[in-house]
Nanobody
Framework: QAQVQESGGGLVQTGGSLRLSCAAS????????MGWFRQAPGKEREFVAD????????HISGSVEGRFTISRDNAKNTVYLQMNSLKPEDTAVYYC????????????WGQGTQVTVSS
């Protein structure tokens, strides 16, 4: 049974940094595209970043481009989201998700980790 667990969230001041981690188990991690999404209170969930199976291709949302970086370590079954120059508008629950080969949607989701940026 697949398990997906995010960690690394917390409270940080404007301009600070956090690194989120997402560990997956119970599935062939290296076969999955990994994505990060976020949902702020009262807003719809939005795409943040994704990275392909090998880690060679990544896409970053324009709202975080230049500040956030996605990476993965297939040996550790883990994907990371490095978040720098954080802003209050980055406050949200951040979710990790996996999309299998040939799938048009994300198949597995974590429970989310809260990121709060104080002004």
């Amino acid at each position: 049974q697949a398990q997906v667990q995010e960690s690394g969230g917390g409270l940080v001041q404007t301009g600070g940094s956090l690194r989120l981690s997402c560990a997956a188990s119970g599935l062939p991690f290296s076969r999955y595209t990994m994505g990060w999404f976020r949902q702020a209170p009262g807003k719809e969930r939005e795409f943040v970043a994704d990275i392909n199976r090998s880690g060679g291709i990544a896409h970053i949302s324009g709202s975080v481009e230049g500040r956030f970086t996605i990476s993965r370590d297939n040996a550790k079954n883990t994907v990371y989201l490095q978040m720098n120059s954080l802003k209050p508008e980055d406050t949200a629950v951040y979710y990790c998700a996996l999309r299998g080969p040939g799938s048009t949607s994300y198949d597995y989701w974590g429970q989310g980790t809260q990121v709060t940026v104080s002004s």
